[in-house]
């Protein structure tokens, strides 16, 4: 049987010591936390600046994520953020090492400490780990610790500069039977929406490192925050509905980061009608919306990108069809809870 948690005796640097950041830390702590938001998007493959740190510090104060910072011999050095706010698993977001030195020592020390503070939550919650960029280098010293992994591929439309546009100009869909109808998002769909997402993801790699997949409560919270702007900014007339006599089988979201990169954070058809070609008529028509907006100046989108599963060969297909292109995979991780291991 595997341990949980690593049980070997390890060599710890006994000048470290982790501890959460507070009010009396934020000074020293702003040196470490701008090398981070240099390094963000290139070696941390954030789409985005994170936050300033004015504005990370004021989410720490109102406890939306907490961050514990790795001290070595009284200078802050490391640090990792976590939040329980925004999902029913304890998301880590970042580890982060200082101009990227010792990573692997300091984010095993900081992980070991995460996992002690979250001792209690982890009796009911997973924890899930996008192990973005450099972040990737430290996926066999977490393995030790019981996380599993599934692979996640980034794909990426642009709206100029690559021959997407011209892919999606060439793409000869199949005729829509006459009682299917594309349409766009209406709330009256929400409860449909709802029941369709939660049928196709409740299966899924997905539901592994986001467990409100597998319950319509926790489906109907992943849907609220979509159509309320809680992730992102939502994009209703860009997001496509497939009817079949009128009544909703299909869903394809699409939100607005940044006011420029546009990311589809959802499709999804019910059982009986996948295979049938529906989904592509469904992307093509948002993708169709989000070109309009960009060639006539009225949003400046650069791109859609997305996200899904390296062996949801359904979903890759459609996508490449359609003129997405792999830009890169990461490891998703996620440490079950114990219940689930035994
Ligand atoms: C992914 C999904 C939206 C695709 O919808 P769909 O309407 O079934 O897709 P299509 O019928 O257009 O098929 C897409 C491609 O997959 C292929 N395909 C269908 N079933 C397949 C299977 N079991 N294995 C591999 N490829 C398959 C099709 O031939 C098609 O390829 P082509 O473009 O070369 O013709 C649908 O399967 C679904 O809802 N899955 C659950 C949710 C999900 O995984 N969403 C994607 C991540 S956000």
Known sequence: MQPYIHEEEEKINTNFE?????ANDYKGFAPIYDDFREKAVEQYMFELEPLEFED?????????IDCLVLYENTIPVAFLVYTTAISEAIE???IHSFKMENMAERSIYLLKKFLELTKAEREEKIVCYPMLGAQKNIVGEIAHYGFKFVGIAVLRFMMNGTNSREILKMTELSQLEENYRLTEWDD??????????????????????????KTIDGTRD?????????????LPEATTVMLCNNEPVGFCFMNLTGGKIANIPIVSIKKDFQGKGLSKHMLKKSIEKLLYWADSGEKPITEVNTTT??????????????GFKEDYNYPQSYLPIKKDLY
């Open 56 to 64: 990370f510090c004021d989410s720490v104060k109102k406890n939306l």
């Open 188 to 213: 009256k769909y929400f409860e449909d929406a709802v029941e369709v997402v939660q049928e196709g993801f409740e299966n899924s790699a997905d539901a592994l490192f986001d467990p409100r997949f």
């Open 222 to 234: 992943i849907v609220t925050k979509i159509v309320k702007d809680l992730y992102a900014e939502f």
């Open 18 to 22: 982790a501890r959460l950041l507070t």
């Open 92 to 94: 880590l977001n970042i």
């Open 309 to 322: 599963e390296t062996n949801n060969f359904q979903a890759l297909k459609m996508y490449r069809h359609l």
